[in-house]
Every structure is written in structure tokens, then in C-alpha cells.
């Protein structure tokens, strides 16, 4: 039963791995101001920027089978497997024609790093993970939000709170094996900048 898709995901793992892909985690809490920081290294340094949200949400608007699935999960509050995204995420990689991946807000936990090494056969080169004090995440997304205040300080501490209990064992378990790269997110753009600079260029010509 399923022996063809089964057949076809495992091609696509193969072909993926065969490729030795560079793949960096990016990891920050809500206002760290990732997105920003990804779009430079895009830019300067020709990987392809992946967000989880992004493709599973464009998943959904194009009305497959497998998007009204998800739909219907989110619908039940129910948390989407961690296959699903990283389907996703591998077809987007094997689309995209490139070998250099920033892969955004993934892995969110344990479960989904585990699922996706196991099921990829990929592990990543490292993860740069941008540190933001919760109040300086705050005061940015403040600024950007309008409405009522209360409830968006309420909504921002408690996605804070999430990123927290859920991404920080993924961040342990990476920095045991050396594979962290912290950068302090609290300054100005530009200097956030020049201190991803600085990781990205040594590691390109090799991952780890």
C-alpha cells in the first residue's frame, strides 16, 4: 500500500542527500528579526531562504489534497506532523536547483530536528540563532502592531514563552555538538549584519 509514494519520497531523500546540501537553521524568537537578517544573506550569499509557515500556508491556499489536510488540523488545533513540513520542505529544496538553504522557524522542537535528520539524511551545517532579550522582542513588535496593546503584549509574551520551552532544547542539543552560532539580535540591523557576515563567510566553501 502507498508503495509509489513511498517509492517517490524516498528518491527525493536520496537525491537530496546525494547533493550534500548545505543547510543552516535560523532560530530566533518573535522580533529577533530573522526574516530581515535572512533576506541579507540571501542576497549576499546566494542561499535560498525556506520559511515552514510560508510554504505550509501557500500549501494550503493552492487547495490540494494535502493542503485542505493541514487545513482541517490547524481548523482542529491540532499540530501539524512533522513529515508534512519537512515534505514540504524537501520538495522546495529539490525545486529550488540550489545546494544552500536557510531554513526558517524549523525545527520548532525536538521532535521535528529528530523527524527531520532522520528523515532527510540531512544535518545541518549549523544554526545561527539570533538572541533577543524578550523586551527588546517586545518593543519591536509593539512598534509594528497596531490595536489593543493588552492583547498584543499578551499574544507576544505567550509566543515568546512557546519559542522558549519548545526551541531552546533544539538550540542545546546543537551547541553540545558545536553547532550554534549565537548572534546578539539586539542591535541595530547593521551590526547584526556584520557579525553574520562574519559566520557565513569562512563556512561556505564546506559544511560541517
Known amino acids: 500500500m502507498g508503495t509509489t509514494a513511498d517509492a517517490a519520497n524516498k528518491d527525493?531523500?536520496?537525491?537530496?542527500?546525494?547533493k550534500k546540501p548545505t543547510v543552516v537553521f535560523v532560530l530566533g524568537g518573535p522580533g529577533s528579526g530573522k526574516g530581515?537578517?535572512?533576506?541579507?544573506?540571501?542576497?549576499?550569499?546566494?542561499?535560498?531562504?525556506?520559511?515552514?509557515?510560508?510554504?505550509?500556508?501557500?500549501?494550503i491556499k493552492s487547495?490540494?489534497?494535502?493542503?485542505?489536510?493541514?487545513?482541517?488540523?490547524?481548523?482542529?488545533?491540532?499540530?501539524?506532523?512533522s513529515e508534512v513540513t519537512i515534505k514540504l520542505l524537501q520538495r522546495a529544496m529539490l525545486e529550488s536547483g540550489n545546494d544552500k538553504f536557510l531554513i526558517d522557524g524549523f525545527p520548532?522542537?525536538?521532535?521535528?530536528?529528530?523527524?527531520?535528520?532522520?528523515?532527510?539524511g540531512i544535518v545541518?551545517?549549523?544554526?545561527?540563532?539570533?538572541?533577543?532579550?524578550?523586551?527588546e522582542m517586545e518593543k519591536r513588535l509593539l512598534?509594528?502592531?497596531?490595536?489593543?496593546?493588552?492583547?498584543n503584549i499578551e499574544t507576544i509574551r505567550?509566543?515568546?514563552?512557546?519559542?522558549?520551552?519548545?526551541?531552546?532544547p533544539v538550540i542545546e542539543?546543537?551547541?553540545?555538538?558545536?553547532?550554534?552560532r549565537k548572534v546578539d539580535a539586539a542591535r541595530p540591523i547593521e551590526e547584526v549584519y556584520e557579525s553574520v557576515k562574519v559566520i557565513f563567510s569562512p563556512k561556505i566553501e564546506k559544511a560541517d
Do not use: W
Open 36 to 59: 530581515t537578517q535572512c533576506a541579507n544573506i540571501v542576497e549576499h550569499f546566494g542561499f535560498t531562504h525556506l520559511s515552514a509557515g510560508d510554504l505550509l500556508r501557500a500549501e
Open 158 to 168: 505567550k509566543r515568546f514563552k512557546v519559542f522558549l520551552e519548545s526551541s531552546l
Open 173 to 180: 542539543h546543537y551547541n553540545s555538538r558545536g553547532k550554534v
Open 12 to 18: 527525493a531523500n536520496g537525491s537530496l542527500a546525494e
Open 108 to 120: 520548532r522542537n525536538e521532535e521535528n530536528r529528530a523527524a527531520f535528520e532522520a528523515v532527510t
Open 143 to 151: 512598534s509594528r502592531n497596531q490595536g489593543r496593546v493588552d492583547d
Open 63 to 81: 487547495g490540494s489534497e494535502n493542503g485542505n489536510m493541514i487545513q482541517n488540523m490547524i481548523n482542529e488545533g491540532q499540530i501539524v506532523p
Open 124 to 135: 545541518p551545517a549549523f544554526v545561527l540563532f539570533f538572541d533577543c532579550p524578550e523586551a
